[in-house]
T-cell receptor, first 114, second 113 residues
Framework: KAGVTQTPRYLIKTRGQQVTLSCSPI?????VSWYQQTPGQGLQFLFE???????NKGNFPGRFSGRQFSNSRSEMNVSTLELGDSALYLC?????????????FGQGTRLTVV | GEDVEQSLFLSVREGDSSVINCTYT??????LYWYKQEPGAGLQLLTY?????DMKQDQRLTVLLNKKDKHLSLRIADTQTGDSAIYFC?????????????FGTGTRLKVLA
């Protein structure tokens, strides 16, 4: 069974550009969550999607958005990139948005904004 | 407020026990988790504990929860070099009909041979 796949693995963008990251969950998983990991702030929750609906959102500006497709694949978009957006973006999938269900993480997309 | 704190580094000798500590601020959290992140990899759920439990043991891992002090610890017995990784403590909080997760900054465990 394939794990959570995030593409691309690495990305370099310039300030002001926008970026779209993709996450393919494990087959059969319907819940996808996104996290931003930085050395200074640690791991912070961005948003969670289930059945194509955003169920929860962390404290990030509106430049960060996401969506989920009918096949449970999810994308997140960051517009008007800032240097501080440089981070590892992790996606996690689980069968249901249940706290006791194991969430499987992808390897992440490392975004560098220059 | 919502905050989870961990010490940044821990170094132990192979074969010794490791204890990674975590404190959290929100008393409404009902589940607390430990995740492991190896270099270049995503996070792997090691174990979780429900807030009405004091202890949970799973092979080499022992989780202790002191709800009064809002303190969580992960003990790894007979630590091996393969245990070298970053360990994240996390809590789940109810929010708008679902749950959100607050992670600590991670503790980098280095196991010396």
């Amino acid at each position: 069974k394939a794990g959570v796949t995030q593409t691309p693995r690495y990305l370099i963008k310039t300030r002001g550009q926008q970026v779209t990251l993709s996450c393919s969950p494990i087959s059969g998983h319907r819940s996808v969550s996104w996290y931003q990991q930085t050395p200074g702030q640690g791991l912070q929750f961005l948003f969670e999607y289930f059945s194509e609906t955003q169920r929860n959102k962390g404290n990030f500006p509106g430049r960060f958005s996401g969506r989920q497709f009918s096949n449970s694949r999810s994308e997140m978009n960051v517009s008007t990139l800032e240097l501080g957006d440089s981070a590892l973006y992790l996606c996690a999938s689980s069968l249901e948005p249940d706290r006791t269900t194991e969430a499987f993480f992808g390897q992440g997309t490392r975004l560098t904004v220059v | 407020g919502e905050d989870v704190e961990q010490s940044l580094f821990l170094s132990v000798r192979e074969g010794d026990s490791s204890v990674i500590n975590c404190t959290y601020t929100d008393s409404s959290s009902t589940y607390l988790y430990w995740y492991k992140q190896e270099p270049g990899a995503g996070l792997q759920l090691l174990t979780y504990i429900f807030s009405n439990m004091d202890m949970k043991q799973d092979q080499r891992l022992t989780v202790l929860l002191n709800k009064k002090d809002k303190h969580l610890s992960l003990r790894i017995a007979d630590t091996q070099t393969g245990d070298s990784a970053i360990y994240f403590c996390a809590e789940s909080l109810a929010a708008s009909g679902t749950y959100k997760y607050i992670f600590g900054t991670g503790t980098r465990l280095k196991v010396l041979a």
